[in-house]
């Protein structure tokens, strides 16, 4: 049987969403018992009282078996998945590791890197991956998925069983207020399942721009001698993208004019000019847009974000930094795109005229026939 995360998860979306079925069902079943007690027997005598019991008793013993097997069969399927990871973290292939140890020191891009791990077929060998991982955060490469680390897994699943003992400690929600919209829809759901798997499949590793260009700053200085910063150099700025770039840019350009960084090494990464850019002014108007674009995602009013955007009209990254501000921001997006008052009354008085001019052209056409079509437009 195949035992991955997305198998895992599939057993508890499915037995958590039979469980609270069954638990419904067996709730319905105990109304509709009592109703019969009652109805059957007189209310207080032994007979009722016993019967009453019985009922109560059936009710108990179905709900402890649907809890007995909603929890066996998650927990099972999740000790399976945790035993073959520590497997995994317990078999090293030596032979492997030391191939891609003799070149984790020389400067790769992320399609040398790719044809690395094509080569090699890492898949399914825990401390490959980790050590490819390492590889491509030490060349700037973030956006480079392996897998999760097995903390990181464990942590995962220990969350997804939590979950599951809550829905059986908690079901149903109107019982508990306090758990209660989470046990019935915030616990074990689709999203979650989702975020789960993407989690544990190393696809939702989130670093902020700021400290993926740390990182690659860090590992051009950390290299020896002129040469090998000048390539370390070359590598960062070639996977280097967007926000992340032009910080490092802008790093750069610090470092050597404070003799941090030679001009030497910066011959050798062929980015001297670009650098250079940076340095005689262009790093300076990126931080004062990064500033300004921060002001306008404070902002509350339209008229303050088109007074910044007036003053910084001629600042080539503004733009940029403005639209990736929209889209982190839904609340700046609908400010920046609504309209004014005055816009809105142009707009209506444009199409007044429009709309005049659309009636006037059908009367000189002959499309109004009657007297009464004719004073409307009037």
Known sequence: MKT???FVCGILEIESEVYKRNFDEAVEKKKKDIEVVQKT?????PKHKSELEAVEQEFSKTISQLQKDFATTGANAIRELRDLEMQRVQTVDETKL????????IPLTKLELEALVQKFGIKGDYWSSRLIQTIADNNGISDFEIE??????MSVLNQLEQQMDKIIRYYPSDIYSKEGALVRHGYLTERILQNAKDIYGGKMRYESDEKLEERAYL?????????????AIQNALRNA?????NLLLCRLAKAVKNKRISDFAVELSGNKEEIEDFKNGKARAYIHAR???ERIMKATKKETIDRILEINSENEFMPQLVEKAKKKSGHLRELMESKDVEEQDSDKEEQQEKTADDYYKEIYDGNFRTKQEK???V
């Open 41 to 45: 027997y007189i209310a207080g005598t």
């Open 241 to 245: 993208k967007g926000e992340v770039r």
């Open 98 to 105: 030391s191939k891609i140890k003799a070149i984790k020191d």
């Open 291 to 293: 500033d300004e674009v």
């Open 148 to 153: 999760s680390s097995f903390d990181t897994k």
């Open 219 to 231: 590992t051009i200085l950390s290299r020896h001698g002129d040469i090998e910063k000048g390539f």
């Open 4 to 6: 991955d995360i997305g």
């Open 375 to 377: 004073v409307v437009i």
